[in-house]
């Protein structure tokens, strides 16, 4: 299939908050964001606030806190390449960070506290019970012959194998799909089937399915899809291709 993104996916994949310090210089120069190091994330917000610290390439350590600075602590800060001296904390702030649907990373925002930032995040994620999983789209996503393949389904007892349950709504024309044990990823599927997303898809063409459907089905399972309506006076989704008149 296409690399094209899933056009069934919807916002950030495997958020997380990061806490981080702003710090600033003495000297004027522009101010740089580094985590804290990790012998002094117990230190509250309140302690950070303000604080000296030493500036290395990828972690800042308090220099003036209650508990002091180790020697194997000062060690690891001698060896850091980029010490960049002596700065100032002005702010803790909580990175949400996320993945795109390539997997690129992206910093979502920034909030100063870290229940502020778990209400973002729990905004943002797409977790069962919290965000639609049913979409309807129009029919003309597919063929005539794909829609008649659909309907026998939807009239008889669809194969249990298919991981889906086509229906008829009623009192409308459009047809259902229930998607059954998604996401359809590799690791889901192997955890409650015992197949891989290979093994589905194959499974769709020796039934016979058509490829339009079974390419349909593929990126609703894959993006958690419980829900699928195909209707004639359902919008297009952007992204998925119109079957060709």
């Not at 002094?40 to 302690?47: C, G, I, P």
């Not at 604080?51 to 850091?80: H, Q, R, W, Y």
């Not at 795109?100 to 069962?128: I, K």
Request: hydrophobic share 40%; charged share 20%; aromatic share 8%.
């Amino acid at each position: 299939m296409s690399q094209k993104p899933n056009p069934f996916l919807r916002g950030y994949w495997n958020l997380k908050i990061v806490r981080t310090l702003s710090i600033s210089y003495e000297d004027g120069s522009p101010h740089v964001w580094r985590n804290i190091h990790a012998s002094q994330e117990h230190l509250s917000d309140e302690e950070l606030v303000s604080s000296s610290c030493i500036v290395a390439n990828d972690f800042a350590v308090v220099c003036n806190g209650p508990e002091g600075v180790s020697a194997k602590v000062l060690a690891e800060c001698d060896a850091s390449e980029g010490v960049s001296g002596d700065g100032v904390i002005g702010a803790v702030v909580y990175a949400i960070h996320g993945e795109d649907f390539d997997g690129r990373p992206v910093h979502v925002g920034d909030a100063y506290s870290a229940e502020a930032a778990r209400e973002v995040m729990q905004r943002l994620s797409f977790e069962t019970g919290y965000y639609s999983r049913c979409w309807e789209i129009t029919r003309e996503h597919i063929t005539v012959d794909t829609w008649h393949y659909l309907a026998n389904l939807a009239d008889l007892a669809t194969p249990e194998a298919m991981l889906f349950i086509a229906f008829r709504v009623p009192y409308s024309p459009a047809i259902g799909i229930k998607l059954i044990s998604t996401p359809w990823t590799d690791q889901n599927l192997e955890h409650a089937e015992g197949i891989t997303a290979e093994q589905l898809r194959q499974e769709h063409q020796n039934k016979g399915m058509p490829d339009d459907l079974a390419n349909i089905l593929e990126l609703a399972g894959q993006a958690d899809v419980r829900i699928l309506i195909l209707d004639a006076d359902a919008p297009a989704l952007p992204g998925l291709p119109l079957a060709e008149s």
